[in-house]
Structures are given as structure tokens and as C-alpha cells.
């Protein structure tokens, strides 16, 4: 039998994983996220989750993955027999990111484009509604992001993803810090800061508040440290024995969240500078900020610089969720990688080109009274992802059971496995129980 692929060390793997939860939800959504949810109490609720919902399942995906060296699928079958499911909710939801992910993946790519070769953005509202809608341009850039991530996939793990991974994330992590010390020293930057430093309990004042408030929160969890999709798993499964999953599950939500604050430490203040809302939502990125580089010494570069690190981090987030789908080829349909990189691929970039005309074209077709594009999102972030986590925890706590976990995690008694009983009484009892309060009070 062919030797599974694996990561050539343990720092690769940090930068691969790293790179997958690093991403548009950290630079795109996180800013605008904490915006729309009252800024500093956001923050407070996100880290509590992150602690105690996120790193559990981390650490529950990469054992799953570790133990079983397989694609999500095959891997939660080989723990339980019939539970192939609870890895194809990931492989389904994997997918439909995709066709999303890579939509905005190629505007972040034109904006770039556009900066490379002149100097600001005439009233970038109006820019980007016109960019946004016109029928060809964004499937064209669309289409070169996707073609540039599965040809990074196809080179397969530690050729492909691992080193580019070892280079985008570093560069990512320097620009984001070269952006927010020169945005902290605008004028007035510091009310940008109290905003989503400072928090403002005055903005919950009802239970569905809380409720909203704690939703958004998990959501954005689970999206940013890219859980309930199998990636984990899938990069697990080509993790060497002497990693320590648990350190791993650590440093991970940790670089995850500084990039996600320096996100927003290099946008908010910004904003609050120029006067403009934080609560812009999605266009945020490409319309709010593009007026903020044309008010701004030395704008078009700083905007080239701020454009190529969100394109990094698009590029090996999106790499990850190729590379869960192909894994799943590669083992248990037996594709070549390039045939199971190809052929996904070709399907996503059509469902994606055909999402990218949501805001113009095909904006009429509304579901409930979504576009197409936001129907994926809602399918992929609110449904498939909080689901796929519910039953990744049921598998992990109660039919592997937490102790064989604890076991993959020592690496066969290597390593010393921190806070048993803790971790134990999260994934039995409290990721399930808040995953499916908030999973049925959205629906409200
Ligand atoms: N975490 C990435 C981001 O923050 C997106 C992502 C990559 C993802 N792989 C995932 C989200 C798997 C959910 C599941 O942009």
C-alpha cells in the first residue's frame, strides 16, 4: 500500500492548520461581526467560547484524524461503523463553503488588481456595487482564485499546502502588524479601539439579544477555527505521532484570535477615524475601507499590502476545504489527487459562478428572502457546520469515548494530557447541550 502523505514537521502542521482557521472569517467577518454586535461584549463572549467550545473540538477533530490516518468519511466510520455521516455532513459542508468562499476570495484578488495599477478607489460604494453586480468580471476572478487553490492542492500535502502555508501565514501575520501600528496613530484612532476593547453591556437588553448575541458568537467559532468540517480531521490524519495534539489545540485558537484582533485593530479604528459606521456588515472590506485608503498617506500601498494578506489568508483557508473533499477521493474512491482535486473542483467553480451572480443577474432569485449566495452561507455556517460539530462531540464523548481520545492525545503515553475531567464534561455535556440551544433558538 502507497505510505499516507504526511507533514514534514510539527511547525508545518501549525502553519497549515493555522492557515486554515486564519482566513476571510477573521479579516472579513470577525471586523464587521464585532461591529454589528456591540463591539467589546462580542469579544468578551467569543473568547469564552473559544475557550470552552472551540479547543475541545479541535482537539476531538485531530484525534479522530491522528487515530485513524483517513479522510473525514472513512474516519468516522472506522471509530463507529455507520457514523461515516457525521464526516460527510463536513465533506457537503466543505463544498458548499467553497462555492462561496472563492466567490469573495475573487473579488479580494480584483481589489488587489485594481490597486496594483491605480492609485485609490473613486467613491468606492458605487465601485463596488457596480463591480459586485456586473455579470462577467467577478466569475473571472472567481475563477482564477479557485484555479490557483486546487493547483495548490494538487500538489499535494507537504509540497503544496505545507509550503505555501510556511510562507503566507509569516508574511500575513508581519503585514497585519505593519497595518495596525499605522492605522493606531490616525486621529481619533483610540475610539476605535474603546470600541471593541471597552464593552458596552448597555447593548444587551433582552434574552434574544443574549441569545443572538451567543449564536453569532458560536458561529463565528466554529467558522474561524474551521471546525465541523472534517479539515481537521483531514489535516490530522497527517500528523506524525510525536505532535502534541493538545499544545496544538492551543496555539491554534491563540493565533487565530491575535489575527482576528489585529483585524480589527487595523480596520475599526480606522473607521471610527473617518467617521464612517463599523456597522457597514459585509462591505466593510471593499467598500468602507478603500475610502479609508484614499484618505491615507501612502494609501494605495498600504491598501496592496492589506489586500495581498487577506488573499493569503483566503488562499490557505480555501486550500483546506479543497483538500477535505480530495482527501476523501484519494483514500476511499482511489482518484489520482489530480483527478480528485479536478473534478471537485469544476463543480464548485460552476455553483460558485453561478453564486457570484447573486448580487446582480440572479439577485432576484430569493429563497425566504435570500440570494443564492446568502443561502449558501446560511446552509454551510448555521446549519451543516453546528450539526457536524453536534455529532463530532456525540462520537467523540460517547461512542469512542473521551478516554481513547485521551489516549491518542499522550501519543501512546508521550505526552502528559492536561485537564481529563474538564475536557471530559465539554465535549459530553456542554458543546452538545449550546450547540443545540443555539442551533433551535436561531430559528426564532
Ligand atoms: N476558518 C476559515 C476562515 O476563518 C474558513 C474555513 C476554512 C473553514 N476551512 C473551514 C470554515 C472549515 C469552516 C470549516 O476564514
Given at each position: 500500500m502507497k505510505k499516507r502523505e504526511q507533514w514534514s514537521s510539527n511547525f508545518g502542521f501549525l502553519m497549515a492548520a493555522a492557515g486554515s482557521a486564519v482566513g476571510l472569517g477573521n479579516l472579513w467577518k470577525f471586523p464587521y461581526i464585532v461591529g454589528m454586535n456591540g463591539g467589546g461584549i462580542f469579544i468578551i463572549v467569543y473568547l469564552i467560547l473559544l475557550i470552552f467550545l472551540g479547543s475541545p473540538i479541535l482537539m476531538a477533530e485531530m484525534s479522530i484524524g491522528r487515530k485513524t490516518r483517513l479522510n473525514a468519511i472513512d474516519a468516522c466510520n472506522k471509530i463507529k461503523p455507520g457514523w461515516g455521516f457525521a464526516g460527510g455532513l463536513g465533506v457537503l459542508g466543505a463544498f458548499v463553503i467553497l462555492c462561496y468562499y472563492s466567490v469573495i476570495g475573487g473579488w479580494v484578488l480584483k481589489y488587489l488588481f485594481k490597486y496594483i495599477i491605480s492609485s485609490s478607489i473613486e467613491n468606492p460604494s458605487e465601485y463596488f456595487r457596480d463591480f459586485s453586480q456586473s455579470p462577467i468580471e467577478p466569475i473571472i476572478w472567481h475563477l482564477i482564485f479557485a484555479a490557483i487553490c486546487i493547483g495548490i492542492v494538487m500538489k499535494g500535502i507537504s509540497g503544496g499546502i505545507e509550503k505555501i502555508s510556511k510562507i503566507f501565514l509569516p508574511l500575513l501575520a508581519l503585514?497585519?502588524?505593519?497595518?495596525?501600528?499605522?492605522?493606531?496613530?490616525?486621529?481619533?484612532?483610540?475610539?476605535?479601539?474603546?470600541?471593541?476593547?471597552?464593552?458596552?453591556?448597555?447593548?444587551?437588553?433582552?434574552?434574544?439579544?443574549?441569545?443572538?448575541?451567543?449564536?453569532?458568537?458560536?458561529?463565528?467559532?466554529?467558522?474561524?477555527?474551521?471546525?465541523?468540517?472534517?479539515?481537521?480531521?483531514?489535516?490530522?490524519?497527517?500528523?506524525?505521532?510525536?505532535?502534541?495534539?493538545?499544545?496544538?489545540?492551543?496555539?491554534?485558537?491563540?493565533?487565530?484570535?491575535?489575527?482576528?484582533?489585529?483585524?480589527?485593530?487595523?480596520?475599526?479604528?480606522?473607521?471610527?477615524?473617518?467617521?464612517?459606521?463599523?456597522?457597514?456588515?459585509?462591505?466593510?472590506?471593499?467598500?468602507?475601507?478603500?475610502?479609508?485608503?484614499?484618505?491615507?498617506?501612502?494609501?494605495?500601498?498600504?491598501?496592496?499590502?492589506?489586500?495581498?494578506?487577506?488573499?493569503?489568508?483566503?488562499?490557505?483557508?480555501?486550500?483546506?476545504?479543497?483538500?477535505?473533499?480530495?482527501?476523501?477521493?484519494?483514500?476511499?474512491?482511489?482518484?489520482?489527487?489530480?483527478?480528485?482535486?479536478?473534478?471537485?473542483?469544476?463543480?464548485?467553480?460552476?455553483?460558485?459562478?453561478?453564486?457570484?451572480?447573486?448580487?446582480?443577474?440572479?439577485?432576484?432569485?430569493?429563497?425566504?428572502?435570500?440570494?443564492i449566495f446568502d443561502l449558501l452561507t446560511i446552509l454551510s455556517d448555521k446549519i451543516i457546520m453546528p450539526i457536524g460539530g453536534f455529532f463530532i462531540c456525540i462520537l467523540t464523548g460517547y461512542i469512542w469515548n473521551t478516554k481513547s481520545m485521551y489516549e491518542e492525545l499522550s501519543s501512546g503515553g508521550i505526552f502528559k494530557v492536561y485537564f481529563k475531567k474538564t475536557l471530559s464534561f465539554l465535549i459530553r455535556y456542554f458543546a452538545p447541550a449550546m450547540i443545540i440551544i443555539i442551533f433551535i433558538t436561531s430559528f426564532f
Amino acid at each position: 500500500m502507497k505510505k499516507r502523505e504526511q507533514w514534514s514537521s510539527n511547525f508545518g502542521f501549525l502553519m497549515a492548520a493555522a492557515g486554515s482557521a486564519v482566513g476571510l472569517g477573521n479579516l472579513w467577518k470577525f471586523p464587521y461581526i464585532v461591529g454589528m454586535n456591540g463591539g467589546g461584549i462580542f469579544i468578551i463572549v467569543y473568547l469564552i467560547l473559544l475557550i470552552f467550545l472551540g479547543s475541545p473540538i479541535l482537539m476531538a477533530e485531530m484525534s479522530i484524524g491522528r487515530k485513524t490516518r483517513l479522510n473525514a468519511i472513512d474516519a468516522c466510520n472506522k471509530i463507529k461503523p455507520g457514523w461515516g455521516f457525521a464526516g460527510g455532513l463536513g465533506v457537503l459542508g466543505a463544498f458548499v463553503i467553497l462555492c462561496y468562499y472563492s466567490v469573495i476570495g475573487g473579488w479580494v484578488l480584483k481589489y488587489l488588481f485594481k490597486y496594483i495599477i491605480s492609485s485609490s478607489i473613486e467613491n468606492p460604494s458605487e465601485y463596488f456595487r457596480d463591480f459586485s453586480q456586473s455579470p462577467i468580471e467577478p466569475i473571472i476572478w472567481h475563477l482564477i482564485f479557485a484555479a490557483i487553490c486546487i493547483g495548490i492542492v494538487m500538489k499535494g500535502i507537504s509540497g503544496g499546502i505545507e509550503k505555501i502555508s510556511k510562507i503566507f501565514l509569516p508574511l500575513l501575520a508581519l503585514f497585519i502588524i505593519v497595518i495596525a501600528v499605522n492605522v493606531i496613530r490616525l486621529p481619533n484612532a483610540v475610539n476605535g479601539l474603546k470600541f471593541f476593547l471597552i464593552p458596552d453591556f448597555s447593548a444587551i437588553d433582552s434574552l434574544s439579544d443574549v441569545f443572538s448575541l451567543l449564536l453569532n458568537a458560536m458561529g463565528q467559532v466554529f467558522f474561524s477555527l474551521s471546525l465541523g468540517m472534517g479539515t481537521l480531521i483531514t489535516y490530522g490524519s497527517y500528523l506524525s505521532r510525536e505532535s502534541n495534539i493538545q499544545k496544538n489545540a492551543v496555539y491554534i485558537p491563540v493565533f487565530d484570535l491575535i489575527i482576528a484582533l489585529l483585524a480589527c485593530t487595523a480596520i475599526l479604528p480606522a473607521v471610527f477615524s473617518f467617521e464612517l459606521e463599523p456597522t457597514a456588515g459585509s462591505g466593510l472590506l471593499f467598500s468602507t475601507l478603500p475610502y479609508v485608503f484614499s484618505h491615507i498617506s501612502y494609501g494605495k500601498y498600504i491598501a496592496v499590502i492589506f489586500f495581498l494578506l487577506v488573499f493569503f489568508a483566503a488562499v490557505t483557508s480555501a486550500i483546506s476545504l479543497i483538500e477535505v473533499i480530495a482527501s476523501y477521493f484519494i483514500d476511499n474512491r482511489k482518484w489520482s489527487r489530480k483527478k480528485a482535486c479536478v473534478i471537485p473542483g469544476i463543480i464548485f467553480m460552476s455553483i460558485g459562478s453561478i453564486a457570484s451572480l447573486s448580487f446582480g443577474r440572479l439577485s432576484y432569485l430569493r429563497l425566504f428572502d435570500n440570494n443564492i449566495f446568502d443561502l449558501l452561507t446560511i446552509l454551510s455556517d448555521k446549519i451543516i457546520m453546528p450539526i457536524g460539530g453536534f455529532f463530532i462531540c456525540i462520537l467523540t464523548g460517547y461512542i469512542w469515548n473521551t478516554k481513547s481520545m485521551y489516549e491518542e492525545l499522550s501519543s501512546g503515553g508521550i505526552f502528559k494530557v492536561y485537564f481529563k475531567k474538564t475536557l471530559s464534561f465539554l465535549i459530553r455535556y456542554f458543546a452538545p447541550a449550546m450547540i443545540i440551544i443555539i442551533f433551535i433558538t436561531s430559528f426564532f
